[in-house]
């Protein structure tokens, strides 16, 4: 499976209530994430009742780890495991997407806010990392028996995770592997070096200093959520917990 050795850290973001929605997305990162949902399914009829699932409140909470995404959908039929999986970057790729992100100031700023510049993405692809997936990427798993793949289950999650991504980029960094806090903390590490040439003592770039406190900060109340979701026994929710 794709990102299978890329790491641990995972982040559960809340089942999301029905919504009635006039476009499929908004931001430009999240139509070319679509244009890729397209392209991965079997007829404009799956695509249909993906999105209408979607938005009828009945995906749960969606667990994103570098690679992959897991939940449940619920339909009349019953209760579904679904599992998305996108590549990874490798080694060569991460490095090239810090050095891309710390190469012009006010980049990381953006990401926080919730903004994916779009000059962001194309030097990324200039130095051969593609952070938006096409089509054939997308790899779907379900536990229901449906023959085609992705199925409408598959599908509604896929376009769930339009949403996420559109109000926070880092759920695509995410996806290929460089979360929130492993990105912030690798620009926190170079920025000395960087700054000074190499002298160790050299100040940090304000930004970055701020955006990495803003991520610990962040990483603290995930935390705090998880403590008080964890069940009386304090051990890892079962699969009715993602509902």
């Given amino acids: 499976m794709p990102g299978a050795g890329a790491g641990a850290t995972t982040v559960v973001h809340p089942r999301l209530p029905p919504r009635r929605r006039t476009t499929r997305a908004d931001r ?54 679904v599992e998305v999986a996108v590549p990874v970057l490798d080694d060569a790729g991460a490095d090239a997407l810090v050095e891309t992100v710390a190469a012009q100031s006010g980049r990381v700023t953006s990401l926080l806010a919730g903004d994916l510049p779009h000059e962001l993405v194309e030097h990324a692809e200039e130095a051969g990392v593609e952070l938006l997936p096409y089509g054939g990427e997308l790899e779907t798993t379900c536990s229901c ?50 700054a000074g040439g190499g002298d160790g003592d050299a100040e940090p770039d304000d930004d970055l200093t701020t955006a990495y406190d803003a991520a610990a900060r962040a990483a603290r109340l995930l935390e705090l959520v998880a403590g008080v979701e964890e069940g009386p026994g304090g051990g890892p929710p079962d699969i009715d917990h993602l509902l």
């Fill in 28 to 81: 430009w990162w999240g139509k070319a994430w679509v244009r890729a949902v397209d392209e991965s399914a079997y007829a404009e009829a799956d695509l249909v009742a993906g999105r209408s699932l979607a938005r009828s409140g009945r995906v749960g909470a969606i667990e994103v780890g570098p690679g992959s995404a897991v939940t449940v959908v619920e339909d009349r039929g019953g209760r579904w495991r």
């Fill in 145 to 194: 028996e449906g023959w085609v793949d992705p199925c409408v289950h598959a599908l509604a999650v896929l376009h769930q995770l339009t949403w996420l991504l559109e109000a926070d980029p880092f759920v695509l960094l995410h996806l290929r592997g460089t979360g929130r806090e492993e990105l912030l903390a690798r620009l926190h590490a170079r920025t000395p070096a960087a």
